[in-house]
């Protein structure tokens, strides 16, 4: 990333910053704003619970200070209960925080310094609340950057997919149970921050409890949904989001599904900002916010919205890796979404094979009850890039799944959307789910995972209710699979793969279930085509150079550690991935402080026995300088039977090395159809 030092305007920093609220909490805020003399200009909220004076301040240091230095007024603000800010922070999205988010959004417009205007961008958390936040209309927000983030709490996040329960809900939950346990500086709070940790420790709670509470699509997720009313949002949103990421869908609903002007952007990235992007290539995505805010918030005719609506990164085929620094591709460009260009190809799976439309498939069938072991290649529901967790070759998986391969292709195919398998089927147990993947198989037979989809066999067309599969009747379904643009080569073939389990990504179901899929001409597979003739391509606007401000200095003083490491005991027959992502200690230098992350996951499962899957998480946390050294470590623990889940969770708290509080968690929460 090019680092920019010369801006068009001189930037004023306040460190320190604390914003009133109407019941006397007080949220931390770091505020840069131009030095513009008697000039008001707008300002923009980022509004996450990451502690904007430490793990977020490099990367805050990249963003926030260019947009000020065109002429804007940047405000990174803790959430309540977290980084510096007061009170405790005991849930996503609570009403509370969106409360907040609004007065926080009332006093911006109210300083001198502002021009009564106000906008909202955020990466996941922060992309989240902008959409909410924008659904309440308050008076002064004129448009919203959401990155990484979904409409749709349920059906679209990192708890649930499809109805099944994601191995990243346990993941996520451990993170903020670590998070929400930090303390705040008592540089910033003074002897206050005792009382302040202790208070986070005894009230934030324990989120994995809630959430597994809630195993259909009720009240709770409907909360924050914003797909439940989208003709609430009445100001302009540029939705962006990766292949590599868990939210690339939501930017193509929110593309169909708004009325107000709107961008789409769905780059090779993983959960990154998009001048940040792992893959590469990485893009000038401050020059397009830059641009986006001149037309919504000051008002200037530029041609932002002369792009596309949608612009993607049109995949090429590559082999299967972990990680990737680029992905070889084009950026395409549709100028409405759902495009007219697509074209819904629907293909019948034969025995083996995925048939050309129109074929005669006769009567077949073929059944698979895959080993729990099936999914270990998976990588993560949402990819960070660090450790590599990416989905690797698929072959290992595909061999405890039905497969059905295409004829070698003869001539180039790209497709752009959501493809989707329907079948017909039967079950003998009366909980199930299914994964169904698309790869790109090479000539040399290596297996590159495409896209998936997951869906909980049990529920009915919106999650909001379950019921008992019954043994050997004839069901259909539709499997929709994650949104991508990928080209497949000549000599290459497509295949389609079906597995009972997609273990530790999902959690199986309760026990094996055979599942026989009927060939009859009601199982297919339909592939969203777009035509490889460009004679009528929408040519998008090429991206600049990624830029940003210099990084904030920071020295590494420990190294860290990354590992993914899959294993497998042929005594016990035991297998278990192990993650381990250890920042090392990275000392701030501007404000002497020395920080320590590390966090290591192990999902476990022993043979075919579906009471076995364990997921355990430990995170290490750590805070010192001279005269203070704070750290906590948390432990979560996910087991099941086939009626219940057990959750198991401690809470260890140091000060100077003598622990000062420890707290554990034990409960028992019933399973409904999961």
């Given at each position: 990333m090019h680092h920019v030092t010369a801006l068009p305007h001189k930037i004023i920093e306040e460190q320190g910053v604390e914003i009133p609220l109407s019941d006397g909490t007080r949220l931390a805020a770091r505020i840069w704003r131009p030095d513009s003399g008697e000039e008001p200009v707008p300002a923009i909220l980022e509004f996450i619970p990451y502690r904007q004076r430490d793990l977020t301040a490099q990367r805050d240091s990249t963003i926030h200070p260019y947009l000020a230095g065109h002429g804007y007024a940047c405000a990174r603000v803790d959430l309540r209960g977290s980084g510096d800010s007061e009170g405790v922070l005991q849930d996503e999205y609570l009403e509370q925080e969106l409360c907040d988010a609004e007065e926080v959004l009332a006093w911006l417009a109210a300083q001198p310094w502002c021009s009564g205007r106000t906008g909202m961008m955020g990466i996941s958390w922060g992309g989240?609340?902008?959409?909410?936040?924008?659904?309440?209309?308050?008076?002064?927000?004129?448009?919203?950057?959401?990155?990484?983030?979904?409409?749709?709490?349920?059906?679209?996040?990192?708890?649930?997919?499809?109805?099944?329960?994601?191995?990243d809900n346990l993941s996520w939950a451990s993170t903020m149970?670590?998070?929400?346990?930090?303390?705040?500086?008592?540089?910033?709070?003074?002897?206050?921050?005792?009382?302040?940790?202790?208070?986070?420790?005894?009230?934030?709670?324990?989120?994995?409890?809630?959430?597994?509470?809630?195993?259909?699509?009720?009240?709770?997720?409907?909360?924050?949904?914003?797909?439940?009313?989208?003709?609430?949002?009445?100001?302009?949103?540029?939705?962006?989001?990766?292949?590599?990421?868990?939210?690339?869908?939501?930017?193509?609903?929110?593309?169909?599904?708004?009325?107000?002007?709107?961008?789409?952007?769905?780059?090779?990235?993983?959960?990154?900002?998009?001048?940040?992007?792992?893959?590469?290539?990485?893009?000038?995505?401050?020059?397009?916010?830059?641009?986006?805010?001149?037309?919504?918030?000051?008002?200037?005719?530029?041609?932002?919205?002369?792009?596309?609506?949608?612009?993607?990164?049109?995949?090429?085929s590559v082999p299967p890796s972990t990680s990737y620094e680029e992905r070889p591709g084009r950026w395409v460009g549709e100028p409405r979404w759902p495009s007219p260009r697509i074209r819904r190809q629907t293909h019948p799976l034969m025995r083996d094979r995925i048939a050309e439309p129109g074929t005669d498939v006769g009567s077949d069938n073929l059944s698979v009850e895959s080993p729990l072991t099936v999914g270990q290649y998976a990588g993560k529901w949402c990819s960070y890039n660090a450790p590599p967790d990416l989905p690797y070759d698929q072959r290992e998986d595909d061999g405890g799944s039905l497969v059905f391969d295409s004829e070698v292709l003869s001539e180039r195919l790209e497709i752009l959307g959501a493809p989707e398998v329907n079948l017909e089927f039967t079950v003998d147990r009366p909980v199930a789910m299914v994964s169904v993947r698309l790869s790109d198989v090479a000539p040399d037979g290596r297996a590159t995972r495409v896209t998936y989809g997951l869906l909980n066999l049990t529920h009915s067309a919106d999650h909001s209710d379950a019921e008992?599969?019954?043994?050997?009747?004839?069901y259909r379904v539709s499997v929709p699979m994650n949104g991508v643009a990928q080209a497949f080569p000549p000599g290459h073939r497509l295949r389609v793969s079906v597995s009972t389990s997609y273990w530790p990504l999902a959690w199986p179901p309760p026990q094996p279930v055979l599942l026989t899929v009927l060939l009859e001409g009601n199982s297919t597979v339909v592939l969203p085509v777009r035509p490889t003739d460009s004679s009528d391509e929408v040519a998008p606007q090429p991206f600049g150079e990624a830029e940003g401000t210099p990084p904030l200095e920071t020295t590494q003083v420990e190294p860290g550690e990354q590992q993914w490491k899959v294993e497998r005991d042929l005594v016990d027959y035991e297998s278990s991935l192990r993650v381990v992502k250890d920042l090392g200690t990275v000392r701030f230098e501007d404000i002497g402080l020395e920080v320590s992350r590390r966090a290591e996951e192990v999902y476990t499962v022993r043979g075919d026995d579906f009471s076995s899957p364990r997921g355990t998480t430990e995170w290490r946390m750590r805070f010192r300088r001279d005269g203070w050294d704070v750290e906590t470590v948390t432990t979560s623990e996910l087991t099941a039977t086939p009626e219940v889940f057990y959750v198991n969770a401690?809470?260890?708290?140091?000060?100077?090395?003598?622990?000062?509080?420890?707290?554990?968690?034990?409960?028992?929460?019933?399973?409904?159809?999961?």
């Open positions: 989240f609340n902008a959409l909410q936040v924008a659904a309440r209309r308050p008076e002064s927000l004129g448009a919203i950057v959401t990155l990484c983030s979904t409409d749709d709490r349920y059906a679209d996040d990192v708890h649930y997919m499809g109805g099944c329960l994601l191995g149970f670590a998070y929400t346990a930090c303390p705040p500086d008592p540089a910033m709070v003074g002897e206050r921050w005792r009382e302040m940790w202790q208070q986070r420790i005894d009230r934030s709670g324990l989120w994995l409890d809630t959430w597994l509470r809630h195993q259909l699509r009720d009240d709770y997720w409907r909360h924050g949904s914003v797909c439940e009313d989208l003709s609430a949002i009445e100001v302009p949103v540029m939705a962006v989001s990766g292949w590599a990421d868990g939210y690339s869908n939501a930017v193509f609903r929110l593309m169909e599904g708004l009325d107000v002007p709107r961008l789409g952007l769905v780059g090779p990235w993983s959960h990154k900002y998009p001048h940040l992007g792992v893959p590469g290539p990485a893009i000038g995505f401050l020059q397009q916010c830059v641009r986006w805010w001149d037309r919504w918030l000051k008002g200037v005719d530029n041609d932002v919205m002369d792009e596309p609506m949608v612009r993607t990164w049109m995949q090429e008992d599969l019954v043994p050997g009747k004839r401690t809470l260890d708290a140091y000060e100077n090395g003598d622990r000062v509080t420890a707290r554990t968690w034990n409960t028992v929460i019933p399973r409904d159809h999961v």
